[in-house]
């Protein structure tokens, strides 16, 4: 996302030409958490890249429309479960980093009467309360 974003910085006058391709580039990355592209989970197949229309590569020469079309409701078929799969790691690297936060946190337990910091603004003002008060 951070290249992406500089290159937009890059392009200054000219970003509306240039957004397109970052729009594009941002949908046929794979993401580190789900594993997989939005165009992917989105549609169940890989983005064809414009210029492959253009300039034909093997890939799009040898494709067949029979073959082409089994492929394509096989991988709807298989679509919800690599939806699955991808929600699975996000929840995954969800709780890893709640783990690593709460390796480093203090718990710290307050008891009635401790005196704890609080943030006083003058809608919140209570009459004779300071921004140490109280629990």
């Not at 165009?39 to 067949?64: C, H, K, N, W």
């Not at 943030?119 to 300071?130: C, D, F, Y």
């Amino acid at each position: 996302m951070q290249n992406l974003k500089k290159r937009l910085e890059a392009a200054k006058g000219h970003w509306p030409e240039e957004l397109p391709g970052v729009l594009w580039a941002y949908r046929t990355t794979a993401k580190s958490i789900t594993g997989e592209t939005h165009f992917s989970l989105m549609y169940g197949a890989q983005a064809l890249i414009p210029v492959e229309i253009g300039e034909p590569t093997l890939r799009y020469l040898q494709a067949d429309e029979e073959t082409n079309n089994e492929a394509m409701l096989i991988n709807l078929e298989l679509l919800e479960e690599c939806r699955d799969l991808a929600h699975v790691r996000m929840a995954a690297q969800k709780q890893r980093i709640e783990r690593y936060y709460n390796q480093r946190t203090n718990l710290r337990y307050f008891k009635v009467g401790d005196l704890a910091l609080r943030k006083v603004t003058k809608n919140t003002r209570e009459l004779n309360a300071g921004k140490l008060a109280s629990i």
